[in-house]
């Protein structure tokens, strides 16, 4: 073993001394005791890490960092799994309204702080097998992935049509994260429709009686399962909010047998209205009863 080896196999090695023991390191270590460079470039690492390691152990970490990052991640990928048939957009729609209680998070971290104390942890795992865990892991994640998507029947690799359900889901799941924004704000509804034609997003040829007398809200993209969409808000008074998404026909399969005629459904505290025309899909979402949105029609 030379001195460029014996670096790259003791750049793994903790700085509390743990792996001493360790099989993997004791031809490297055995090496840094023998040669002064080496070893004086171990204990500036070690001290190195140590410090780091403190560095980090004083940040305290804002709560819910987590959750805000991949609420911010799903509302700007639209990062939504793909449905294949109305059973998947059915469950993907379920799954998506569960609301994980408050303290599962904090529970889950005392049952494994529990079960798996520092004397009971593993300490002599190889080297090779700790750098080898998380690629093999994501490895596995990967080629699972795609061993799926070639065996699932009809699967379009290059084009899919996005089930309603899954737009809903994911309306919702953007509106409802803490970086929800618009992107244009602006009263006038004629002013939101132009921004939109102007990046090119689907817009309505026409709007339901009710939603003509309404102030507008804003308007923004609306990214869904790889689909470019369109969300105006609009203001209903005491009311609140309706939102007009809108997706383009070849895009979205609003399951509707009949073109124009609206189909309205309540589901949980969110009230729809989905419709079509020849070159759009459009859902309406509100959190009044769904009497309220007939009303606009």
Not at 122 to 139: D, E, G, V
Not at 202 to 231: H, Q, T, V
Not at 262 to 271: I, T
């Amino acid at each position: 073993m030379d001195k460029e080896q014996a670096r790259f196999i003791l750049r793994s090695f903790r700085p509390d001394g743990t792996d001493v023991g360790d099989p993997d390191f004791t031809e490297a270590l055995k090496l840094a005791m023998e040669n002064r460079e080496l070893g004086e470039w171990l204990a500036s690492e070690r001290a190195f890490d140590a410090a780091f390691a403190n560095a980090l152990g004083t940040v305290d970490l804002p709560e819910h960092l987590r959750e805000d990052i991949l609420a911010c991640l799903a509302a700007e990928r639209g990062d939504f799994p793909q449905a294949e048939d109305a059973n998947d957009a059915a469950w993907i729609g379920a799954l998506a309204s569960i609301q994980p209680p408050a303290s599962l998070r904090d529970t889950l971290i005392t049952a494994m702080e529990r079960t798996v104390t520092p004397e009971k942890a593993p300490s002599n795992i190889s080297i090779f097998r700790r750098a080898a865990i998380p690629l093999a892991a994501a490895a596995g994640i990967a080629l699972a992935f795609f061993i799926t998507r070639q065996m699932s029947p009809g699967v379009k690799t290059a084009s899919h049509v996005v089930p309603i359900a899954v737009v809903q889901a994911g309306f919702v799941r953007t509106f409802e994260s803490p970086k929800f924004d618009l992107e244009e704000k602006q009263e006038d509804r004629q002013l939101l429709v132009r921004h939109l034609q102007d990046r090119k997003l689907p817009s309505p040829a026409d709007l339901p009686n009710g939603l003509k007398n309404l102030k507008g809200l804003g308007c923004r993209e609306l990214m869904i399962d790889g689909k470019r969409g369109s969300l105006i808000c609009f203001h209903t008074g005491a009311d609140g909010l309706v939102h007009m998404i809108i997706f383009r026909r070849e895009d979205v399969n609003s399951e509707l047998l009949q073109t124009g005629k609206p189909v309205f459904a309540q589901d949980g505290k969110w009230a729809s209205a989905r419709w079509e025309d020849d070159e759009n899909v459009y859902l309406l979402m509100s959190q009044a009863p769904v009497g309220k949105l007939t009303e606009l029609f």
